[in-house]
């Protein structure tokens, strides 16, 4: 492909974070924001987060119970699928494994989880990949209740594959028995989304 | 039937290609707007209205691109211009402003956009409004209309910052002032030379009841710019009684590039 | 709320559509499947930036038509879409 003289692009050297970015990735400062339909603002007091099998609400929470859980900091990286990457980002939020035991549950059904948000987004994924402290039910960013913009008030946070699967807006998250493919996956992005192996589309290894 | 001769085709071959662009010419517009001609290799020709792709890569590979406006006028030449914004802390206009050379190539894609047309044939009056950098198009429009002397009542509203931020100052004047069909209302929004005898404030619905064209005449009517300018602008005619249908929208994205 | 800066018009869309369409996609007229509202495809809501072409309704909202491009390959979901029609002839109008 054709290399435009002189252009560099917005991504800044990443000294000393090399192995902390995946292939093909660029470190930003910014938080892009992307976005597949309007903004949603959800009030806090119509929000709530059901967990769900087969059709069977198993647990739900509002916004005041669901503030009651354990709640968690973790700082991590993220990767979006478009090459953006930015390090060191600071989340608050409530733990998946967390979310589970409220519910009563002894563990989570190995299965699969989609996960369901306001503006009828979503997102497949692995119940192995959100397990042991794998991924988080996130309120916070920089301790800063999560802007609508960036999917406040609450979205999930799996920083280990790309940032498509950390929903914004997340209600509900439905156990379910296959990998059926979510909004993008079922437009060709890749069903699973490691950035370490750069699994962006459907037939990337 | 009508057989008026058309002075150019309907549409132009579209092609989804990128082809390579060179820089061909150079001209500074304001303090923070350029216009770039370019030599496109396999160019069939644009309507006014018609915007272009172009990408960036870097020596890593890195990409990049953007929608811009071509701002020639429609027709065949090989040779397009677009005039860019620099945007202080955009990732590409600073570095198509400041950083190529004559002789410099980048890749294109086009012509793009045939619903945000328009052709000289076309004998509705014509009620163009700009902000900003938006009036791109709309000037490709004028010189459209200019090049193939359509006489149809033309109107611009356009609206700039400061008076040296009115982009095509002169070549609008030239225009105003050889062709009794057509007039240009400035608005300056953050301040006015002395003796100014324009508008001082946003586009609003009390400036486009005074100047629009009125809607018994059926204008067709494109709006460019900024997407909350774009939004307002749209909305605030549909309250004044034109029709959806005659009211062609081109919004700019948050950084003032289409994308 | 006008949500402003998140979308633009569906006619951005027309340099990534181009490659797979004979003629001009922007042009294509698109009957929502939810509300029936009918709007060029250069006119409807832009969403989606980098990710992918998202285009809505400008009426009610409802996706008309999703794409991706990947690999040399576009795929298209246009179950949004009830009806599009292409008219070849243009009218001076």
Redesign the interface.
């Known amino acids: 492909?054709?290399?435009?003289?002189?252009?560099?692009?917005?991504?800044t050297e990443t000294v000393g974070a090399r192995d902390r970015v995946p292939p093909g990735q660029?470190v930003t400062r910014d938080f892009?924001?992307?976005?597949?339909?309007?903004?949603q603002?959800t009030p806090l007091e119509s929000w709530s987060l059901s967990l769900q099998r087969g059709g069977e609400l198993i647990s739900r929470w509002s916004w005041i119970e669901f503030k009651a859980l354990p709640q968690t900091e973790r700082t991590t990286d993220i990767h979006c699928?478009?090459?953006w990457t930015k390090l060191d980002t600071q989340w608050r939020g409530v733990t998946f494994d967390d979310v589970v035991k409220a519910a009563g549950l002894s563990s989570a059904p190995n299965l699969y989880v989609m996960a369901h948000c306001d503006g009828?987004y979503t997102t497949n994924l692995p119940v192995v990949d959100l397990v042991d402290g794998k991924a988080m039910i996130a309120t916070h960013f920089d301790d800063m209740p999560i802007p609508a913009?960036h999917g406040g008030p609450a979205r999930l946070l799996v920083p280990h594959l790309y940032f498509?699967k950390s929903a914004k807006w997340v209600r509900r998250l439905e156990f379910m028995e296959a990998n059926t493919p979510g909004f993008?996956e079922?437009?060709?992005?890749h069903i699973y989304g490691d950035p370490w192996r750069e699994q962006?589309?459907t037939?990337d290894a | 039937m009508n057989n008026a001769t058309r002075t150019m085709p309907d549409t132009f071959p579209l092609s989804g290609d990128w082809q390579?662009a060179t820089v061909a010419a150079f001209r500074d517009e304001t303090p923070s707007v350029k216009t770039i001609a370019f030599a496109v290799s396999q160019w069939t020709g644009h309507l006014a209205g018609q915007h272009v792709d172009i990408r960036?890569?870097?020596?890593d590979?890195?990409?990049?691109e953007r929608s811009y406006s071509i701002a020639s006028p429609g027709g065949t030449a090989a040779l397009i211009e677009l005039t860019v914004e620099r945007i202080s802390d955009g990732?590409v206009s600073p570095?198509l402003t400041d950083?190529?050379?004559l002789g410099?190539?980048?890749?294109l894609r086009g012509p793009i956009g045939g619903y945000f047309t328009w052709k000289p044939e076309n004998p509705s009056p014509l009620l163009l409004v700009a902000g900003g950098s938006g009036v791109v198009p709309l000037m490709s429009i004028l010189r459209t209309r200019n090049k193939c002397a359509n006489r149809v009542p033309g109107r611009l509203l356009y609206s700039s910052r400061r008076f040296e931020d009115i982009i095509y100052r002169e070549e609008l004047d030239r225009f105003a002032a050889s062709d009794n069909s057509f007039s240009i209302v400035h608005t300056l929004t953050r301040g006015a030379p002395t003796a100014w005898r324009g508008e001082t404030r946003r586009v609003d619905t009390q400036m486009l009841a005074k100047y629009a064209l009125p809607t018994a005449q059926k204008p067709r009517i494109f709006v460019c710019g900024p997407t909350l300018f774009v939004e307002t602008v749209a909305d605030q005619l549909l309250a004044l009684g034109h029709q959806e249908t005659g009211i062609k929208t081109e919004r700019f994205g948050p950084t003032g590039e289409k994308r | 709320?006008i949500?402003d800066v998140?979308?633009v018009d569906g006619n951005a869309a027309g340099g990534v559509l181009a490659r797979f369409f004979a003629f001009d996609v922007t042009r294509m007229l698109i009957t929502c499947d939810s509300c029936c509202a009918e709007s060029a495809l250069g006119a409807l809501r832009l969403?989606?930036?980098?990710?992918?072409i998202?285009l809505?309704c400008t009426k009610c909202?409802a996706?008309n038509v999703?794409?991706?491009e990947?690999?040399g390959?576009l795929?298209l979901?246009a179950r949004g879409a009830r009806r599009m029609t292409y008219r070849p002839e243009s009218s001076a109008r």
Do not use: C, H
């Not at chain 1, 079922?186 to 992005?189: P, Q, V």
């Not at chain 2, 410099?104 to 890749?107: P, R």
């Open positions: 492909m054709p290399i435009t003289r002189g252009f560099k692009g917005r991504q660029y892009p924001v992307l976005t597949a339909g309007p903004t603002r699928v478009t090459k009828g913009t498509w993008w079922s437009m060709g992005y962006r589309y037939n | 390579s960036l890569t870097g020596e590979g890195y990409q990049a990732e570095f950083g190529l050379a410099d190539t980048i890749e | 709320m949500d998140l979308w969403y989606g930036g980098q990710m992918g998202i809505r909202g996706i999703r794409a991706l990947y690999g390959a795929t979901d």
